[in-house]
């Protein structure tokens, strides 16, 4: 599929996976993209997961035919984009490796497909293909410590590698141009909250020193090539990655029997009751961790409740705060709740928890003894007012 002169997308869509890295939902698919410079020489951008190699194979040879491919452009090694380099490195064996330092010492401990002629590169290098020269910009641990971009002037595109992509498998469109994008600028969103969530700091390092490049077309591994969507998704990475919410309150609980899901209730009716518009609720043991991940990136206020469970914090509650300690979300609002019926343990745990997490406490913690009396309810309807009102202050 050509994007533009000289330049043609060779991706695939993988519609059978289920989790993407073995834990994100895949309800939509997910594609890998790579790209084909086709110029004096010609140069692959990434390649896909092996799986889907013979596929790959005949859309490079649908642009080039028979023709040699001169360089392999590694941007990033996560294997769902360095799969086929074995493979590619057998069906084009003069094909040199463009890498810096850290990604050839990967190429060897994962494929040991070092070889004399590949080329290592250094923050700022360029390579010449003809009409397009391109140059290399480290962007470590964005969202590994070998990442990269790759930028040609000629045409202000930017190879982009995980940054700037998304799940969702291309439905027959690449260029945002060419479809609705708006399902996956929300998909970008999850990925980011899946994925990139801890790595804003690395996200804003690298952000600032894109700045400086004229950005007109961002092709990224995954998800639809932007064009008049890069000022968004540059705006979704610079929010996310400085924290920037908009007014709203996700609660999020797991309950065995009931009772803490009726505190739950309590909490998003008194948030709505005092006037905010947007609340989510999840309940943890049905909503996926990447989906409840993404609406806390979204959002500025955050309820979190569970009951007591052996001795702790019952688990599907407990797993979302170990998750939400590794990621940078210190910015919410936070309030939480959480029953017992012999020995407290639930808000204790919680409470731990944003030890790591560092939000800002807007009320005291909600917790009941056995059933959810009204007295709790009628607490926690307070809890859900005063996160409201926080968040819209
Ligand atoms: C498997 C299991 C383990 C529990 N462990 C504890 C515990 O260690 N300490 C405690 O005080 N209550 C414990 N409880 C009681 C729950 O905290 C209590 O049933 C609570 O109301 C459950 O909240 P829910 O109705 O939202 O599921 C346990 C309940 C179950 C079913
Ligand atoms: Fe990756
Ligand atoms: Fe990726």
Known sequence: MKIRENLYYVGVNDRVKHRFEGLWHLPHGVSYNSYLIDDEKVALVDTVDVAFFAEYLEKIRAVLGDRPVDYLIINHMEPDHSGALSLIRKYYPEIRLVGNRKTMEMVGGFYGANSEGDIVVADGDALSLGRSTLTFHLAPMLH????????DAADGTLF?????????????AVMDTAMDY???????????????GKFCA??????????????????????????????R????YRRFSEGVTVPGLVVCYGSMYG??????????????AAGLRKVIVHNLS?????????????????????????????????????????????????????????????????????????????????????????D?????????????????N
């Open 182 to 196: 708006e399902h996956y600028i929300s998909e970008m969103e999850r990925y980011f909250a899946a994925i990139l």
């Open 376 to 392: 709790a309810l009628e607490r926690g309807r307070a809890l859900g007012k005063a996160l409201a009102e926080a968040v819209m």
């Open 144 to 151: 590994w410590p070998e990442t990269m971009v790759t930028y």
């Open 259 to 272: 009772n803490t899901q009726r505190v739950a209730e309590a909490v998003a009716e008194g948030a709505a």
């Open 202 to 231: 690395p996200v804003r390092t690298a952000l600032a020193k894109l700045s400086a490049l004229d950005i007109r077309m961002i092709c990224s591994t995954h998800g639809p090539v932007w064009t008049e969507a890069v000022p």
């Open 233 to 236: 998704v540059v705006d979704v």
């Open 160 to 172: 982009s590698g995980d940054a700037f992509g998304c799940f969702g498998a291309l439905n027959g």
């Open 286 to 374: 049905v909503s996926q961790p990447s989906f409840v991940l993404a609406d806390i990136f979204r959002y500025g206020a955050l309820a979190v409740g569970g009951p007591t469970y052996n001795g702790g914090l019952f688990p599907v509650v407990e797993d979302l705060l170990k998750r939400l300690a590794h990621r940078e979300v210190r910015g919410r609002k936070l309030a939480f709740f959480g029953g017992y019926t012999w020995s407290s343990q639930a808000v204790k745990t919680i409470a731990a928890y944003n030890g790591h997490m560092k939000m800002e406490m807007a009320a005291e913690p909600v917790e009941w003894k056995q059933g959810a009396s009204a």
